[in-house]
C-alpha cells in the first residue's frame, strides 16, 4: 500500500465504504462500526484498524485495493524481502486451515465457527498438521527481521511512508502480554502480533514481530514466531 502510494496510485484519504458483504471472519470490532448496514473511511482508516487491531476485513480490503496477493508477492519478491509468503486473503486462508472450503455466508455471524465445528476431531487436526507443516502464510523469522530493519533504514519505503508505518506499529493495541511486556523501560517498540487458529489446548501461527529501539537511538529487528504452542 505504502509502495503503491508512492506511486501515485492510492492516498490515505481515499475514501472506502465496508457493507456486511465485505466482512471477514474474526473481524466483530469492523461488524460493530456497521451503521445502516456501512462504514465509511478511509484507506488510511483501513490502514489503522489493520495495524492497530488486527482487523481482518481491513486486511482483506486492503489486499483488494492494492490488487489481490499477487501485488503482494510482486512486491516480496521485488524488494528482495527473502523467504516470506503471502496468503490468498483472510477467508481462504482461516477456512484451508480450518479443512472446510470456503462459503460466502461464512461472513455473517458465527457460521464460520459453526461449520468449523461439525468436523470431527480428527479432520481438523489433519488439516492443522497441514497448515503448520507448510503454511502459504509462512515466514522465516530472520527474512522478517531483516526486513524490518531495512523498513526502519529507509530501504523499502520513503522517509514519510516509512515514519507512517513504524508510528502505527508503535501504537499497535494487540498483544499486550507478548514481547511489549518486557520492553524496558526508556525503550520503545513498534510491532505487528498475529494469531493462528486453537484446536484444543493447542494454538498455531502465535507471532509478535517489531522493530525495538534503545534510548541511544540504536534499533533492532526482532521476530518471534512460534509454529504451535500449548503455552
Not at 28 to 51: I, Q
Not at 88 to 104: F, K, M, N, V, Y
Request: proline fraction near 5%.
Amino acid at each position: 500500500l505504502s509502495q503503491q502510494g508512492e506511486e501515485g496510485r492510492h492516498r490515505l484519504e481515499d475514501p472506502h465504504t465496508i457493507t456486511p458483504a465485505d466482512i471477514t471472519i474474526w473481524s466483530r470490532d469492523m461488524r460493530s462500526r456497521l451503521v445502516d448496514g456501512e462504514y465509511r473511511t478511509t484507506l488510511g482508516g483501513l490502514l489503522e484498524l489493520a495495524m492497530l487491531k488486527s482487523d481482518n476485513t481491513a486486511n482483506d480490503r486492503l489486499l483488494r485495493a492494492v490488487g489481490g496477493p499477487s501485488s503482494v508477492r510482486a512486491m516480496i519478491s521485488a524488494k528482495a524481502l527473502g523467504a516470506i509468503r503471502f496468503g490468498p486473503g483472510e477467508g481462504l486462508l482461516q477456512s484451508a486451515t480450518a479443512g472446510i472450503p470456503w462459503d460466502e455466508s461464512y461472513r455473517e455471524g458465527e457460521n464460520f465457527q459453526k461449520a468449523r465445528a461439525l468436523l470431527s476431531l480428527e479432520a481438523r487436526k489433519a488439516a492443522m498438521d497441514r497448515y503448520t507443516a507448510d503454511p502459504p502464510d509462512g515466514a522465516a523469522p530472520l527474512a522478517i527481521a531483516r526486513a524490518l530493519l531495512r523498513l526502519k533504514k529507509g530501504e523499502l519505503l520513503s522517509r514519510a511512508s516509512t515514519n507512517h508505518l513504524v508510528n502505527l506499529m508503535i501504537r499497535c493495541e494487540t498483544g499486550k502480554q507478548r514481547l511489549k511486556a518486557g520492553v524496558p523501560v526508556g525503550w520503545t517498540f513498534g510491532h505487528k502480533t498475529g494469531t493462528g487458529q486453537e484446536l484444543g489446548p493447542v494454538t498455531t501461527g502465535y507471532n509478535d514481530v517489531g522493530i525495538l529501539q534503545a534510548p541511544d537511538g540504536s534499533f533492532y529487528g526482532v521476530a518471534v514466531m512460534i509454529a504451535r504452542t500449548t503455552q
